[in-house]
């Protein structure tokens, strides 16, 4: 353009010289004016090309937020009628919650000039859906429609023969309780590999609905009210994949068309929070191509002996959070050569309820990999845990999150070769008397997790340090540390590690014990070689000090007790009549809980939109809390007795309406019963609002007065530290890092 233009001017310059040379001067007065309007338009001409090659349209109206990184659009708001013209950069384009009841090909010619891949449309008022509304948009790939609860399910079928090139389709949240049966039909020519149908409330579909989708890998159909599936006609399909999550199902749909043979070939399937109760064998038949199985949530109560055997290529196995439905696992239950990954976690499951089956619970797994037993109670003694796991050659991870663990056990990890992460968080270990048969010869391991426990000392004993310099990660927060010149070796190992990973160090290491050491950082514990220098005395005095100083408290002792056997014997006749409370049955006893929660009705919300968020399902812990936890048809006193039994610490959440409780007056009794015979370290006081300490009875003064308490804060920051310092006193491990 530009050049015609100069030709135009050249042109134009010729005529006029051959013009009569007596006009010349006003031929170039002419000439000048031409000038004067060609070169703006040469300009303008050229300003508009580059334009064109080097588009540079900003973002549309402040409903539309736009991200050029991503190439995603997204508009959201009532106000919004028309689609705007969007950027040039533009795949993605997302509608929330606008006015777009009627989508025609004309209503989408904005988007016609860019190369759209993915299109959503949620929640936008659409009733009506022209058949060849998308035909202009041919690079799209993948299409939502969703939470429009007035648009027709039978305006999809036209809509998909017009749109070839569509490979995912969501159709998910429009309330549609029936499916029409040729919705998807004619899609012989498809690309689709993905549908999903589901949070609808359909009650009936079956497979020949997909019969003709030849390319289809992928069905979601989550959330639904089916109960009964047919799946014939899914053998022209490509499906390999079918969500069945959160519906109606009692028992495990059946995958065999009516020749018995199977419907497809199925790799991952998920039946997750459904109403399955019983599982036999019988039960997977034609699917013999699974991978993936997910049962959690359901209410299955026993697991049979070789109920997944005719799953001969699984690999990956969930059973998690089916709770106290689950009543009896039987050996060889998890029969399966092929099985790499077994996810049986949160269940509360006993083993010790069936000690014959130790040994065949996870022997028939020769390939098994991940193991992660988090949530159940493993039984205490050596031989049985050594019965359970000594058979998993080759075992990689092994999990056993809050397991009740007293004690490790010897012998026990020397047998699992190929073991690379241990995780042992969460339980009441205390030690393992320095066995050198514990971690002696483990030489694979690379991930020790050992935070949250009763760990009070490591030394040279507990760890060979050849051992402890070939992990990659070492965890070992959230313990009860005595600072004492018995934890010098394992502060100075802490300091040289060079190749280990001190997972949380220094933040989540903190001295315990001695009491002048209390919520000191481990870091800034630094005994000195002349501190512990350990003195050889000479034998005489070793003698001196190891005979005569016992001897010397026995005599005084029994002098003070032969003085006042009198008053000592009534005063242990007084305090065995008068004594309240609980009594633990025995010293070992399993916690079902870790904190007991006295609070007064009037604070239910801080209990439940608080402290249960934080403590239960981001912490990890297990509080007792009377309105959720108390069984049903006991009386008052029983429950809190007995549940006061089974916890293993105290929240005490102090407030006005505390004070004018009568039960919570009962059960601050048992509380100051509990830490003169505990000690005040079970006790965690959590000052809700500021009291009247004139009014307050002198039992809660005494507490305030002999334990730290914390106080509730209005700002997020200061109730993160509150709820620090509370899983710090419950010994609970938060924000912990695991290897996948």
């Not at 998920?270 to 109760?277: A, E, S, T, V």
């Not at 031989?383 to 000594?390: A, C, E, G, P, V």
């Not at 393992?432 to 050198?436: A, E, Q, R, V």
């Not at 005063?571 to 309240?580: N, P, Q, S």
């Given at each position: 353009?530009y050049?015609?233009?100069?030709?135009?001017?050249?042109?134009?310059?010729?005529?006029?010289?051959?013009?009569n040379?007596?006009s010349?001067?006003?031929?170039?007065?002419?000439?000048?004016?031409?000038?004067i309007?060609?070169?703006?338009?040469?300009?303008?001409?050229t300003?508009?090309?580059?334009v064109?090659?080097?588009?540079?349209?900003?973002?549309p109206?402040?409903?539309?937020k736009?991200?050029?990184?991503s190439?995603?659009?997204n508009c959201?708001?009532?106000?919004m009628?028309?689609?705007?013209?969007?950027?040039?950069y533009?795949?993605v384009?997302?509608?929330?919650?606008?006015t777009f009841p009627?989508?025609?090909?004309?209503?989408?010619?904005?988007?016609?000039?860019?190369?759209?891949?993915?299109?959503?449309?949620?929640d936008?008022?659409?009733?009506?859906?022209?058949?060849?509304?998308f035909v202009?948009l041919?690079?799209m790939t993948?299409?939502?429609?969703s939470?429009?609860?007035?648009?027709?399910?039978?305006m999809?079928?036209?809509?998909?023969?017009?749109?070839?090139?569509?490979?995912?389709?969501?159709?998910?949240?429009?309330?549609?309780?029936?499916?029409?049966?040729?919705?998807?039909?004619?899609?012989?020519s498809?690309?689709i590999?993905?549908v999903s149908?589901?949070?609808?409330?359909?009650?009936?579909?079956?497979?020949?609905y997909?019969s003709s989708?030849?390319?289809?890998?992928t069905?979601?159909?989550?959330?639904?009210?089916l109960?009964?599936?047919?799946l014939?006609?899914?053998e022209?399909t490509?499906?390999?994949?079918?969500n069945?999550n959160n519906?109606?199902?009692?028992r495990?749909p059946?995958?065999?068309?009516?020749?018995?043979h199977?419907?497809?070939?199925?790799?991952?399937l998920?039946?997750?929070?459904?109403?399955?109760?019983d599982l036999k064998a019988?039960?997977?038949?034609?699917?013999?191509f699974?991978r993936?199985?997910y049962?959690d949530?359901?209410?299955i109560?026993?697991?049979r002996?070789?109920?997944?055997v005719?799953?001969?290529?699984?690999?990956?196995?969930?059973?998690?959070?089916?709770g106290?439905?689950?009543?009896?696992?039987e050996?060889?239950?998890?029969?399966?050569?092929?099985?790499?990954?077994?996810?049986?976690l949160?269940?509360g499951y006993k083993?010790?309820?069936?000690?014959?089956?130790?040994?065949t619970?996870?022997?028939?797994?020769?390939n098994?990999m991940?193991?992660d037993?988090t949530?159940?109670?493993?039984?205490?003694?050596t031989?049985?845990?050594?019965?359970?796991?000594?058979s998993?050659?080759?075992?990689?991870?092994?999990?056993?999150?809050n397991?009740?663990l007293?004690?490790?056990?010897?012998?026990?990890?020397?047998?699992?070769?190929?073991?690379r992460?241990?995780?042992?968080i969460?339980?009441?270990?205390?030690g393992?008397?320095?066995?050198?048969e514990?971690?002696?010869?483990?030489?694979s391991?690379?991930?020790?997790?050992?935070d949250?426990?009763?760990?009070?000392?490591?030394?040279?004993?507990?760890f060979a340090?050849?051992?402890?310099n070939?992990l990659?990660?070492?965890?070992?927060?959230?313990?009860?540390f005595?600072?004492?010149?018995?934890?010098k070796?394992?502060?100075?190992?802490i300091?040289?590690?060079?190749?280990?990973t001190?997972v949380?160090?220094?933040?989540?290491y903190?001295?315990?014990?001695?009491?002048?050491?209390n919520?000191?950082?481990?870091?800034?514990?630094n005994?000195?070689?002349?501190?512990?220098?350990n003195v050889?005395?000479?034998?005489?005095?070793?003698?001196?000090?190891?005979?005569f100083?016992?001897?010397?408290?026995i005599?005084?002792?029994?002098?003070?007790?032969?003085?006042f056997?009198?008053?000592?014997n009534y005063?242990?006749?007084?305090?065995?009549?008068?004594?309240?409370g609980?009594?633990?049955?025995?010293?070992d006893?399993?916690y079902?809980?870790?904190?007991?929660v006295?609070y007064?009705?009037?604070?239910?919300d801080?209990?439940?939109g608080?402290?249960?968020?934080?403590?239960?399902?981001?912490?990890?812990?297990r509080?007792?809390i009377?309105e959720?936890d108390f069984e049903?048809?006991?009386y008052?006193?029983?429950?809190?007795?007995?549940?006061?039994?089974?916890?293993?610490?105290i929240?005490?959440?102090?407030s006005c309406?505390?004070?004018?409780?009568?039960w919570?007056?009962?059960e601050?009794?048992?509380?100051?019963s509990?830490?003169?015979?505990?000690?005040p370290?079970?006790l965690?006081?959590?000052?809700l609002?500021?009291?009247?300490?004139?009014?307050?009875?002198?039992s809660v003064?005494?507490?305030?007065d002999?334990v730290?308490y914390?106080?509730?804060s209005?700002d997020?920051?200061?109730?993160?530290?509150?709820w620090?310092?509370?899983l710090t006193?419950?010994?609970?491990?938060?924000?912990?890092?695991?290897?996948?």
């Open positions: 353009m050049c015609n233009s100069l030709c135009c001017g050249r042109s134009l310059f010729s005529a006029v010289k051959r013009r040379r007596y010349y001067l006003d031929t170039m007065d002419q000439v000048k004016r031409t000038l309007l060609l070169v703006p338009l040469v300009f303008f001409q300003w508009l090309h580059c064109a090659l080097n588009p540079t349209r900003p973002c109206s402040k409903q539309c736009c991200l050029p990184d190439k995603l659009v959201t708001g009532r106000a009628t028309y689609i705007p013209v969007l950027p040039s533009t795949r384009a997302v509608f929330t919650k606008t009627n989508i025609t090909a004309e209503f989408l010619s904005n988007l016609t000039s860019l190369n759209i891949r993915y299109l959503s449309f949620v936008t008022l659409t009733e009506m859906l022209d058949s060849n509304a202009n041919t690079n993948a299409l939502e429609i939470r429009n609860y007035k648009l027709s399910p039978a999809i079928s036209p809509m998909l023969l017009l749109t070839p090139r569509l490979q995912s389709v969501r159709l998910t949240s429009n309330n549609w309780q029936i499916i029409p049966e040729d919705m998807f039909k004619g899609s012989h498809s690309s590999h993905t149908l589901s949070n609808n409330a359909i009650e009936s579909i079956n497979g020949t997909f989708m030849l390319n289809l890998q069905l979601y159909l989550p959330n639904n009210k109960s009964n599936l047919n014939s006609g899914m022209s490509s499906i390999s994949y079918i069945l519906n109606n199902f009692r495990i059946s995958f065999c068309g009516p020749d018995g199977p419907t497809g070939k199925y790799k991952t998920y039946l997750q929070q459904n109403d399955l109760r019988s039960s997977f038949q034609c699917l013999q699974l993936n199985l049962l949530r359901t209410f109560e026993v697991l002996r070789n109920t997944f005719n799953l001969v290529k699984l690999q990956k196995l969930s059973l998690t959070h089916i106290n439905h689950l009543s009896r696992v050996g060889f239950a998890f029969n399966s050569t092929s099985l790499k990954y077994l996810y049986f949160n269940n083993f010790e309820r069936f000690p014959w089956y130790y040994g619970m996870f022997s028939s797994l020769p098994l991940l193991l037993l949530g159940n109670v493993l039984p205490s003694e031989d049985s845990l050594r019965k359970l796991f000594t998993l050659n080759k075992l990689q991870k092994l999990v056993l999150q397991t009740a007293k004690a490790l056990p010897p012998n026990v990890f020397q047998h699992l070769p190929n073991l992460s241990l995780i042992l969460g339980n009441y270990i205390n393992w008397n320095d066995d050198p514990v971690f002696g010869n483990v030489t391991l690379r991930s020790l997790y050992l949250g426990n009763n760990i009070k000392l490591v030394n040279k004993t507990s340090e050849k051992f402890l070939s990659d990660k070492f965890c070992i927060t959230n313990n009860p005595s600072c004492t010149c018995d934890l070796w394992f502060v100075d190992w300091k040289s590690a060079k190749n280990t001190i949380n160090y220094p933040r989540r903190i001295c315990r014990f001695p009491p002048e050491m919520n000191v950082l481990l870091m800034d514990y005994p000195t070689t002349e501190m512990c220098l050889n005395y000479p034998l005489i005095r070793n003698i001196c000090i190891a005979v100083v016992p001897s010397t408290f005599l005084i002792a029994i002098s003070v007790i032969y003085k056997r009198f008053w000592l005063w242990l006749h007084i305090l065995g009549i008068k004594r309240l609980y009594t633990r049955t025995r010293d006893a399993v079902e809980y870790d904190a007991f006295i007064s009705n009037d604070n239910r801080f209990i439940f608080d402290m249960v968020p934080e403590l239960e399902e981001k912490g990890g812990c509080l007792c009377h959720r049903v048809g006991q008052i006193m029983d429950n809190i007795t007995r549940k006061f039994e089974h916890s293993k610490n929240i005490l959440v102090l309406g505390f004070l004018t409780s009568e919570c007056k009962f601050l009794t048992l509380t100051l509990k830490t003169s015979q505990e000690g370290g079970v965690t006081v959590i000052l609002e500021e009291l009247d300490t004139a009014r307050l009875p002198s003064r005494a507490i305030l002999t730290s914390t106080k509730w209005v997020k920051v200061g109730q993160n530290k509150v620090a310092k509370v006193a419950l010994n609970v491990h938060v924000n912990h890092e695991i290897d996948n």
